[in-house]
């Protein structure tokens, strides 16, 4: 069982699930992305290897090691909306940046 900070055990669920998409989708989004730049396959892959080790130790961050499972409680609907909107928007603006490729010279 995973600790946080203070020693207290931490559900390791919600970290292993983002630690792990966060890795595919840099391993299957990061080379062919950066080959499309004109990088090359080992550099992509060296590139792709960094942002998912970033991915990893900012997910343990915010899923682990400043975790407060006392803190937890009823979201309001507000701040739950607001959430959604920002989720989309910036999974819209992923969308928008992984098809920069797409358009060519």
């Given at each position: 069982?995973l600790?946080n ?5 931490v559900?390791?669920?919600?970290f ?5 998409l966060?890795?595919l ?5 990061g080379?062919?992305?950066?080959l ?6 080992a ?8 942002a998912?080790?970033?991915t990893?130790a900012?997910?343990?961050?915010r899923?682990?090691r400043?975790r407060?499972?006392?803190h ?14 920002v989720?989309?928007l910036a999974v ?9 490729p797409l358009?060519?010279?």
């Amino acid at each position: 069982m995973l600790e946080n900070d203070r020693g207290e055990a931490v559900d390791p669920v919600p970290f292993l699930v983002v630690a792990t998409l966060g890795a595919l989708v840099c391993y299957s989004f990061g080379p062919g992305y950066l080959l499309a730049f004109g990088v090359g396959v080992a550099e992509g892959l060296a590139v792709s290897t960094v942002a998912a080790l970033a991915t990893t130790a900012v997910a343990y961050h915010r899923f682990v090691r400043t975790r407060r499972p006392e803190h937890r409680g009823e979201i309001p609907a507000e701040a739950r909306v607001r959430r959604l909107l920002v989720g989309a928007l910036a999974v819209a603006g992923v969308f928008v940046l992984l098809s920069v490729p797409l358009l060519g010279p």
